[in-house]
């Protein structure tokens, strides 16, 4: 199926879950639409056998020919057609094009690291375009999945909360991912040209370089904010402190933005809130964890990560749930009491797989 130029079309389908799934935030949005373009000039440069000049520019024309173009969204889910083809674009690219962008997402989607690899050969533009993709990918704590129909309105893929582990396992190694830590710190200068960023790190207050590789340059672009997230392997001083952070595999920005709990599984365990739970992530004094609490309910988790800490988070509710809630009251001193009682008000348990 084509549209009336004759270029090939897919659609986005975001689901929400709610009963008003026909509306999603602009931000949201946003960042899913800027991503998908970004992909395909990506991809555009493969299929015309181009490469990528350093720091990532990408020709005018490439992007041109490359254009999405979005149609009125559908009603029931969000659902956004879209139309690939610039000005002069070949017929046989845009195939192409698709072909190889159906590919990544169905590998995505079933966790095919060779299906992801054999899609795109060139690793350095492999990397890159999944660094890209990652970005229409929802955040852990996020409640929206993206489907991908393809022009004859057939699903080809889904990108969900799991979705940014996968793309994560698909760029760096399992042995790296085991070494790599993440460090906080305050953005102070950019290298371009020796890759190097250099951050201020809060507990020493002192500047510490990070070496990081070509491919992750678009994520520096991308996250050029005061607090940022340097991921890679710690070289250490004299004292134990590090010093300099080597084979820099993710940048991002420090995410502080409100953590909404409507819904907690652990294991067999399903929590439905009552009422939607809103906490607001703070940092602690080193500014290196990231630290949620809800007095009433027992809730004290931090972790280095924002997506560390959705994961900390259900497991300590879950752990609460078993230990408080489902506890006879003979067991419980007057504080643990209280603290059931508020666990029983905020949730409800859920038949698992219902």
């Known amino acids: ?13 975001i689901e929400t879950g709610t009963e008003n799934g026909d509306a999603v935030p602009a931000v949201v949005l946003a ?19 181009r490469t990528v000049q350093q720091r990532a520019r990408i020709s005018a024309a490439t992007r041109s020919r490359f254009q999405l173009v979005c149609r009125l969204p559908v009603p029931g889910c969000y659902a956004v057609p879209i139309e690939l083809g610039g000005k002069d674009l070949l017929a046989e690219h845009i195939t192409a094009a698709m072909d190889v962008f159906k590919k990544i997402i169905g590998g995505i989607t079933k966790r095919d690291s060779e299906a992801i690899n054999k899609a795109m050969p060139d690793v350095s533009l492999r990397h890159r375009l999944l660094e890209v993709i990652r970005g229409m990918t929802p955040r852990a704590d996020a409640k929206w999945s993206l489907k991908l129909w393809d022009a004859g309105n057939t699903e080809f893929g889904e990108l969900n909360t799991e979705s940014e582990a996968t793309i994560r396992a698909a760029i760096v190694p399992a ?3 085991a070494e790599s830590q993440v460090v906080t710190g305050y953005l102070t200068n950019i290298n371009f040209t020796n890759r190097v960023v250099t951050i201020i790190y809060p ?3 002192r500047e510490m370089e990070c070496v990081y590789d070509e491919t992750i340059e678009d994520l520096l672009i991308e996250n050029r904010r005061d607090l940022i997230q340097v991921t890679g392997l710690i070289v250490l001083d004299d004292a134990g402190a590090p010093r300099k952070i080597t084979n820099v595999n993710d940048i991002r920005e420090l995410d502080l933005s409100p953590l909404l709990i409507d819904t907690v599984k652990v294991g067999k365990l399903v929590l439905k809130a009552k009422e939607s739970i809103t906490l607001e992530p703070v940092t602690d004094e080193t500014k290196q964890l990231i630290c949620v609490a ?3 309910l027992g809730i004290d988790a ?5 997506d560390a800490l959705v994961s900390e988070l259900n497991e300590q509710i879950g752990m609460l749930w078993q230990e408080y809630a489902l506890a006879d009251n003979d067991s419980l001193d007057g504080m643990a009491i209280k603290m059931k009682q508020a ?9 698992h797989g219902a």
Not at 1 to 13: Q, V, Y
Not at 343 to 348: D, E, K, R, T
Request: glycine content about 6%.
């Open 302 to 306: 931090f972790a280095r990560t924002r």
């Open 203 to 205: 507990p020493t207050k």
């Open 1 to 13: 199926m084509a549209n009336p130029a004759g270029k090939t079309a897919f659609s986005l389908h």
């Open 175 to 177: 042995d790296e991912q």
């Open 343 to 351: 666990l029983l008000a905020a949730f409800s348990e859920v038949a």
């Open 31 to 49: 960042q899913i639409l800027t991503s998908a373009q970004r992909s395909f000039e990506l991809i555009g440069v493969h299929v015309e056998g």
């Open 294 to 296: 809800h007095t009433e």
